[in-house]
Structure formats: C-alpha cells, structure tokens
C-alpha cells in the first residue's frame, strides 16, 4: 500500500522559511518523478515544482528563485525548502505522486 506522508507545515512570517517534508513507502521511490502541490483559499490546487528520477527539478513561474524540490532516495522523502515566503503562498501543500498517490496535505500560513 503506497503511502505518502507530509511534515513540516505551520505558520512563517513573510520573507521566512519553510521546508516541508513528505516521507513515502510502498512505492519505488527512486525512479517515480514526485511533485508538491498547493491550494490556497479559493483557488485551485497547481503543482509548484517537480523533481525526476533523474534529480532534475522544474518549478512554477511564482515559486521560481525561491523554492527548491529535493529528495532523498534512500529516505525515500521528498522535501520542498519554502524561502522568502510570500502571503500568497499560503494553503494546504501536497505531495504528489506520478502513479497519482497524494498525501493528505500540510498547512502552510503565511503570518507576521
């Protein structure tokens, strides 16, 4: 049963940092391309940043130059580093699968 699990949401003020986590298991990891997702209020979920099997990353437009997707396949865990955090990155993020698994989603809020 593949399982994604993801950490490290809470609340950061503007310009903070971030860096969430998604732990996976039951899945072959090390070459599935895994994404982070977000919603925020009212808005519809988008994919901010992708990483390969390969390692090669590729970030949304809004998120560019700021955040970065890594992943550790011995760990079997993919994380998202959230730096100089802007209120419109708030929302609930998920970890995304390519064999279309998610997580069931971390808060992310954006406060001073």
């Known amino acids: 049963q593949v399982q994604l699990v993801e950490s490290g949401g809470g609340t950061v003020p503007p310009g903070g940092s971030l860096r969430l986590s998604c732990a996976t298991s039951g899945m072959v990891f090390g070459i599935t391309a895994m994404d982070w997702y977000r919603q925020g209020s009212g808005k519809e979920r988008e994919r901010v940043a992708r990483?390969?099997?390969?390692?090669?990353?590729v970030y949304a437009e809004t998120v560019k130059g700021r955040f970065t997707i890594s992943r550790d396949n011995a760990k079997e865990t993919v994380y998202l580093q959230m730096d100089n955090v802007r209120p419109d990155d708030a929302g609930v993020y998920y970890c995304?699968?390519?064999?279309?698994?998610w997580g069931q989603g971390t808060q992310v809020t954006v406060s001073s």
């Open positions: 995304h699968s390519d064999l279309e698994d």
């Open positions: 990483i390969t099997g390969r390692n090669t990353p």
